[in-house]
């Protein structure tokens, strides 16, 4: 008896309020609405605060796809997205889905544990264990930061949401080790939201900053200006550094009368029919020409990156004019293009500070000739493929209003990057940009839906699914009437044909495709084969309405295809 009251008063007091705990209050404070998570023995202790808010969990069935969910979340929502991962192997399972955000600048905030102080990095064989989970974790991530004790989580939290609001934008990284996230934190500083008391932490400035990417030099204004009024041909870039400016980007590519092209990022920022808009088809011959003969080029938001520009990968894409560039990162200013002008600024700012100072000196290029004649060349050496699949889409955003489109590395979606035409922006973006990974477009296309609450359609091929396709359960789990759109090719079509160009052996793209109806209905999901127009337009009205995901399973070689295809109009 003696033994067990010694045991039981030398026992640690049960902390009232935990580190895991306050991590969750923290998190409602900045806005966080939704995590997406797998619990894991060395995790759990971070979900005992969560009912206590009002954020949301979502459980995918693969960290890879919490990733991929927390990606299209942002570029649907516009909202950070949260991770909830275990330390080791959710670590490792992540991190492709974190170099997909790196690589185009989206933010993500990935919360994981580690293992217990004193044996972090011990190499003695522990659970999970990695040699340096932070030091790999980097290499994907704007920074990599380590919570060791409860103190420190308020500053290393802000410090996280002023990256993703006043700096180029990318995934985050922070870890606790599992006897940290259950330490007693009833001492530390509290959101205002929640201790309405406010204590001398509070006072100290723990609270939520106000923080804004870097606004433009005027001077540097004024010189762009200057220039762009020696200019005879100026061509606009746009990027999806831009993706939240508001109509001021289309009023200045009228003001100084300039072609203007869009990358896939920032497909909507001009209307589809606009007279100086050639959509995002720089990577074409016909593009490319235009931009290596101008005089001056203005790129604003973007990175001149190769998934943008030189989508054929034949390192023919070329700047001659003068380039000024404006980007809210000092680095990219100088890569791959070296700027003469470069600005360092919040795009918004920077296009309204132009705006303003051409308003009562507008430009005359008679670029809408120019761009007009441009248009028809494109038009006139489109190929069937590339019409008919352009035409399903524009037939899917013309009958479901403010659809969202998510796609992964397919050939509708290659196609669409440069024929379809966003009605705005947020509205079409895939994972063929930047890494370039494929079993993207569904789990990205859950996030999105969870995010944005409107219809969305994720383009995936046969290949492709497989990589990801556990997460089907994931959005039936939901109820998410999520409409799949399988592009089904007997493999891995792309690839297979530039090993057929190169005189490659078909070795490893020739791959068995599942039976994707019995396998849809075992996921929860419906199942349509589509064949026909009418067919495809009639169940859309149906399944959008729905409660369940539905895959729409599409062969590339259906006729309907290359009827559709017909009727097809570029830039409407």
């Not at 069935?61 to 927390?70: D, I, K, L, N, P």
């Not at 204590?199 to 004024?222: F, K, S, V």
């Not at 550094?241 to 508001?246: A, I, L, S, T």
Request: aromatic share 6%.
């Amino acid at each position: 008896m003696t033994q067990s009251i010694q045991a039981t008063s030398s026992a640690p007091p049960t902390p009232s309020l935990t580190c895991g705990e306050l991590l969750v209050q923290w998190l409602e404070y900045y806005g966080v609405e939704t995590v997406f998570g797998i619990p894991g023995v060395h995790t759990v202790e971070l979900y005992r605060g969560l009912p206590n808010t009002d954020i949301r969990h979502v459980t995918p069935r693969h960290e890879q796809g919490a990733g991929f969910m927390a990606d299209g979340y942002y570029r649907a929502s516009g909202k950070v997205g949260v991770c909830f991962i275990i330390t080791g192997p959710g670590m490792t399972n992540i991190m492709t889905a974190m170099a997909q955000a790196l690589a185009d600048s989206i933010p993500m905030l990935v919360i994981s544990s580690v293992n217990k102080v004193k044996d972090t990095g011990s190499g003695e064989g522990h659970l999970h264990e990695l040699h340096d989970q932070q030091g790999m974790v980097s290499q994907v991530a704007l920074t990599s930061k380590t919570i060791w004790q409860p103190e420190s989580l308020p500053k290393v939290i802000a410090e996280a949401f002023a990256l993703f609001s006043g700096a180029r934008p990318g995934p985050v990284h922070i870890q606790l080790p599992i006897d940290v996230i259950t330490a007693d934190a009833s001492h530390v500083a509290r959101p205002p939201k929640v201790n309405n008391t406010l204590n001398h932490q509070a006072d100290a400035g723990l609270t939520q900053p106000q923080i804004m990417r870097p606004l433009p030099n005027p001077a540097q204004l004024d010189l762009i200006v200057e220039t762009l009024k020696l200019a005879k041909n100026p061509v606009i870039l746009y990027g999806g550094g831009c993706v939240d400016v508001d109509h001021d980007a289309q009023k200045l590519s009228e003001l100084i009368d300039a072609p203007t092209f869009l990358t896939i990022n920032a497909k909507g920022l001009l209307p589809p029919a606009h007279p100086l808009s050639l959509g995002s088809n720089q990577s074409l011959e016909i593009g490319r020409a235009i931009i290596s003969e101008a005089d001056l080029v203005l790129a604003i938001g973007t990175e001149l990156g190769e998934t943008d520009y030189d989508v054929f990968f034949n390192s023919e894409f070329q700047i001659n004019g003068t380039l000024i560039r404006i980007d809210c990162d000092a680095q990219q200013l100088q890569r791959p293009f070296i700027a003469d002008i470069a600005v360092l600024s919040d795009a918004q700012r920077a296009v309204s500070g132009l705006c303003s100072r051409l308003e009562n000196n507008a430009l005359d290029h008679q670029a809408a000739a120019r761009v007009a004649e441009a248009k028809q060349a494109i038009i006139a050496a489109m190929t069937s493929d590339f019409a008919g699949q352009n035409a399903l889409l524009q037939l899917i955003r013309d009958e479901v209003k403010d659809v969202i489109f998510v796609g992964d590395s397919t050939q509708p979606v290659y196609s669409g990057n440069l024929g379809f035409e966003a009605l705005a922006t947020r509205r079409w973006f895939n994972s063929s940009t930047g890494f370039g990974t494929l079993g993207y477009g569904l789990p990205a296309a859950i996030g999105a839906m969870i995010g944005s609450n409107v219809p969305v359609v994720s383009l995936i091929g046969d290949g492709g699914i497989q990589f990801t396709i556990a997460e089907l359960i994931c959005a039936a789990e939901l109820e998410l009437p999520l409409i799949v759109l399988l592009w089904n090719n007997q493999g891995y079509g792309e690839i297979r044909r530039y090993m057929e160009e190169g005189g490659l052996p078909l070795i490893g793209v020739n791959i068995k495709t599942p039976n994707f109806e019995p396998l849809a209905a075992g996921f929860g999901a419906g199942y349509r084969r589509i064949t026909d127009k009418q067919q495809l337009l009639d169940a859309l009205q149906t399944d959008i309405k729905g409660k369940q995901p539905i895959i729409y399973e599409v062969d590339e070689a259906d006729d309907f295809l290359t009827e559709i295809g017909r009727t097809f109009t570029c830039f409407s």
